[in-house]
């Protein structure tokens, strides 16, 4: 069975950084696409960021774009969400998931997800 951990989440200062990651155990994380998604208290969860199983194509939500970072060590079976910049609304849980095919933006097309990492923008 497909599973994925995150960690790294916690409680940083507004314009401060984290970085997350996403371990998987149980199958080889390279022919995935993944993607990091968050949901904030009384929200939906939405979509941030995802990476192609090569690492050759990423996608960003404009809320995140030039802030965030995503990356992956497919030797590591880790993906990264380099957050910098933070701001109070980006606090959410986020979560990462796997997709067997291309990436994608809509939580429903992925069927493997992690427990999610809090984090916490505040001053």
């Known amino acids: 069975q497909l599973q994925l951990v995150e960690s790294g989440g916690g409680l940083v200062q507004p314009g401060g950084s984290l970085r997350l990651s996403c371990a998987a155990s149980?199958?080889?994380?390279?022919?995935?696409?993944i993607g990091w998604f968050r949901q904030a208290p009384g929200k939906e969860r939405e979509g941030g960021s995802c990476i192609s199983s090569s690492g050759d194509s990423t996608n960003l939500a404009d809320s995140v774009k030039g802030r965030f970072t995503i990356s992956r060590d497919n030797a590591k079976n880790t993906v990264y969400l380099q957050m910098n910049s933070l701001k109070p609304e980006d606090t959410a849980i986020y979560y990462c998931?796997?997709?067997?095919?291309?990436?994608?933006?809509?939580?429903?097309?992925?069927?493997?997800w992690g427990q999610g990492t809090q984090v916490t923008v505040s001053s």
């Open positions: 998931a796997a997709r067997s095919s291309y990436c994608s933006g809509y939580v429903y097309r992925f069927g493997s």
């Open positions: 149980g199958f080889t994380l390279r022919y995935y696409a």
